[in-house]
T-cell receptor
Framework: DQQVKQNSPSLSVQEGRISILNCDYT??????FLWYKKYPAEGPTFLIS?????DKNEDGRFTVFLNKSAKHLSLHIVPSQPGDSAVYFC?????????????FGGGTRLMVKP | EAQVTQNPRYLITVTGKKLTVTCSQN?????MSWYRQDPGLGLRQIYY???????DKGDVPEGYKVSRKEKRNFPLILESPSPNQTSLYFC??????????FGAGSRLTVL
């Protein structure tokens, strides 16, 4: 059973508009959340993260929101640009005896149309 | 340039023919990990290593082996590949084992 889910496999947005990518999790022990971006033929690259003690983290055009009670986080991209077209993975981490390990969602393919 | 290097990037092989995918990082990271990416399933962890000579199973370790004899290298070994191991594989490393740096990926096809 997937502990981290991205229910939208794809999303299409017009350039200049807001992109909202969603992620849900089931494990209440997760305490750190990350978003990775992946272009074709490349490995995922770290985009932005948020700790469970916060509900918002902003970095330029990218903002991540965390709703712990709903076990939901979202990534907002404003304004969206064609170069943002990529697959976005949500990931969550929970500390255990072996250290933090990341659990990834299935990914959402974002297409930003010029 | 700080990077994680995987080889080969593409490989087509046949069932049962042993293969190794190499992974090397030049950032002196202690933590390294292997993932496989399959449609709709995202990235699933195969094995990870917290340090030299320390390895542990991830979520999907069956059919794979790893070794960590040196800090920079973390090869993934498929002793007897099967078609269900056809996938896109990523090696990653990190100082903190949370913010990962990924390699470019190795696409493996097992016929």
């Amino acid at each position: 059973d997937q502990q981290v889910k991205q229910n939208s496999p794809s999303l299409s947005v017009q350039e200049g508009r807001i992109s909202i990518l969603n992620c849900d999790y089931t494990n209440s022990m997760f305490d750190y959340f990350l978003w990775y971006k992946k272009y074709p033929a490349e490995g995922p690259t770290f985009l932005i993260s948020i700790s469970s003690i916060k509900d918002k983290n902003e970095d330029g055009r990218f903002t991540v929101f965390l709703n712990k009670s709903a076990k939901h986080l979202s990534l907002h991209i404003v304004p969206s640009q064609p170069g943002d077209s990529a697959v976005y993975f949500c990931a969550a981490s929970a500390f255990n005896n072996a250290g933090n390990m990341l659990t990834f969602g299935g990914g959402t393919r974002l297409m930003v149309k010029p | 340039e700080a990077q994680v290097t995987q080889n080969p990037r593409y490989l087509i092989t046949v069932t049962g023919k042993k293969l190794t995918v190499t992974c090397s990082q030049n950032m002196n990271h202690e933590y390294m990990s292997w993932y496989r990416q399959d449609p709709g399933l995202g990235l699933r962890q195969i094995y990870y290593s917290m340090n030299v000579e320390v390895t542990d199973k991830g979520d999907v370790p069956e059919g794979y082996k790893v070794s960590r004899k040196e800090k920079r290298n973390f090869p993934l070994i498929l002793e007897s590949p099967s078609p269900n191991q056809t996938s896109l594989y990523f090696c990653a490393s990190s100082l903190s084992n949370v913010n990962l740096t990924f390699g470019a990926g190795s696409r493996l096809t097992v016929l």
